[in-house]
């Protein structure tokens, strides 16, 4: 088993202007083997979101090591950051963040401009991830002529334009209907059969689910690591 993430002694402390500071994320360690679907669990401000954007290259700890593919992270200047979020990483948020005037097409698309992809080879790729997540005959769309499933749908396939090694995903049902939330979750265990490694954030029970291990963080620490159909709160 390859390790895609190696997260060591991880701190991460807010500092606010007044002098303040809050600590969110508290020594955490853990790996993450090349094929798993992780899911990380925990109430609603116990740092999620904090660990997600240092997973995913957006923010850095305060202190400890984040190894990405072998790479430490702390040692990488912001545009490698960038370069790495661009070429292994997919992302997908809870509010789509898609572009409202643009086609699906092109919000499938974008990433690969700057890549130097021409623009026939861009709506081509954008042609097949989309009949891929299910929206075949939606390409000249715009996502405000779509359901919130539909959008997450383009927001997923936008994660995939660079076939990415990982995807994160904060919280990806967090505004569907238990239906479509089912199917989204449907579409995320197809590309973890593909080889994608999946690592979600949820507060449902039910979503968590779909993940074999879970990350139990309470407080900015984890309490459970392990196989989710083990876990006894
Ligand atoms: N950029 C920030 N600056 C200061 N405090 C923050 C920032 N981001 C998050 N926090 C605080 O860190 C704590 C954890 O937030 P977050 O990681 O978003 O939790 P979760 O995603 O689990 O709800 C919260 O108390 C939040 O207010
Ligand atoms: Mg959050």
Redesign the pocket.
Known sequence: MTSVIEVKDVCKT?F?AGGTS?S?LKHVNFTINSGEFVAIM??????????MNILGCLDRPTSGEYLLEGQNVANLSDSEMAKIRGKRIGFVFQNFNLLMKRTLTDNVSLPLIYQNVSATARREKAFQLLDHVGLKGYEDRLPTQISGGMQQRVAIARALVNDPAIIFADEPTGNLDTRTSNEIMDLFTELNKQGITIVL?THEEDIADYAKRLIM?VDGQIQYDGLREEYKP
Do not use: C, E, F
């Open positions: 807010y606010m809050q969110v925990g109430h609603s401000g116990s740092g999620k979101s904090t660990l954030v963080i």
